[in-house]
């Protein structure tokens, strides 16, 4: 199960987690956006949740409570990754639907469980954490590039990655609950009659947001320059 930034930096924040005692880092072996580099010609990595034993596939979550009377339930519920909460649902043209090779049991679902509006919400909040973490990893992978003979160890980017939500949760602060939760409704949504173009004053919130998120990105490794935003999916 992937961990992006917002879902480390919540674990490490609000449970006092160590990230090596529930993550591990394993090379891509296909690469995508939220792929990190330790040199400039190596290959891309990823983070995600350990396993209690092996690291096998059929191995339970290490965050797995099993219970005497052989019932399980997540230990970290409240602060689960995001790509845990919004399992096992996609969304699809606006709609929610399951994913067809979902690993949970039969029967665990509804047939119209997509209809739960708090699916929805949690796929929004799946877009704006996923996006936010590909321009963090970018502009960890554009310094990385431009010394690419050295080699970091991974606890630099983990180290990076907290440096900057902790930022980015005080920017969320500063705006409130209300405005963030209103910034997910509508992420990476555009009406069908909006402009290619347009002033600042008319870009929905949620572009004012990511352009608030980039300055904070910015500030680091203040050598270089901006890096263009990375193009995210856009529904209308």
Known sequence: MP????????????????PR?????????????????????????GIALDKKDK??????????????????HCGVYEDRPIACAAY???????????????LCPPGAWA???????????????????RDTYVEVVNR??????SVPDVSRPPEHFVAYVLQVYERLAALDIQLGAEAVASIEQAWAWLPEDAPASGSSQDEPNWVAYLRRVREVIDQFFPD????????????R
């Open 21 to 45: 005692s529930f993550t591990f880092i394993c090379e891509q072996e296909q690469p995508d956006k939220v792929g990190f580099r330790l040199s400039g010609n190596g290959p891309t990595y």
């Open 140 to 145: 960890w992978n554009a310094w990385v590039e």
């Open 3 to 18: 961990v992006f930034g917002h879902d480390l930096y919540r674990l490490v924040k609000h449970r006092n987690l160590d």
């Open 224 to 235: 270089l320059p901006p890096l263009p935003f990375a193009r995210i999916a856009i529904e």
């Open 111 to 129: 047939a119209n469980e997509g209809d739960n509006p708090q699916w929805g919400i949690e796929l929004r909040r799946l877009a704006r954490y």
């Open 88 to 102: 096992p649902m996609a969304g699809a043209a606006r709609r929610v639907v399951m994913m067809p090779a979902a």
């Open 55 to 72: 690291l096998e596939v059929s191995q339970p979550c290490t965050f797995l409570i099993e219970e005497p009377d052989g019932s399980s």
